[in-house]
Nanobody
Framework: QVQLVESGGGLVQAGGSLRLSCAAS????????MGWFRQVPGKEREFVAA????????VYADSVKGRFTVSRDNVKNTVYLQMNGLTPEDTAVYYC?????????????????WGQGTQVTVSS
């Protein structure tokens, strides 16, 4: 079955950087859109970024545009989220997800597989 395992979260000071990784297994990674989402307690899960199956197209939430970069390595079956210029508002559990949709930006409901999440905490 499909497994997605995130890593790379942690505690960082405001202005710092982190790189999240998500290792996928279970089916042909290079066929599917991959997305990153985040969630804080009491709020809905929100979209952060997505990357097309071959990595040729990316989309970002306005709140992270210019600071975060999503990329993928279809040989290593891994998707990454490079996060620069972090602020306390970026504190959340970050999830990677995989979608069967052909859309460049699948809706949350179109992501059928999710990782367990990794905590990112940004101190002021």
């Amino acid at each position: 079955q499909v497994q997605l395992v995130e890593s790379g979260g942690g505690l960082v000071q405001a202005g710092g950087s982190l790189r999240l990784s998500c290792a996928a297994s279970g089916r042909t990674f290079s066929w599917y859109v991959m997305g990153w989402f985040r969630q804080v307690p009491g709020k809905e899960r929100e979209f952060v970024a997505a990357i097309s199956s071959k990595g040729l197209s990316t989309v970002y939430a306005d709140s992270v545009k210019g600071r975060f970069t999503v990329s993928r390595d279809n040989v290593k079956n891994t998707v990454y989220l490079q996060m620069n210029g972090l602020t306390p508002e970026d504190t959340a559990v970050y999830y990677c997800a995989q979608s069967d949709s052909l859309s460049a930006r699948p809706t949350l409901a179109e992501y059928g597989y999710w990782g367990q999440g990794t905590q990112v905490t940004v101190s002021s």
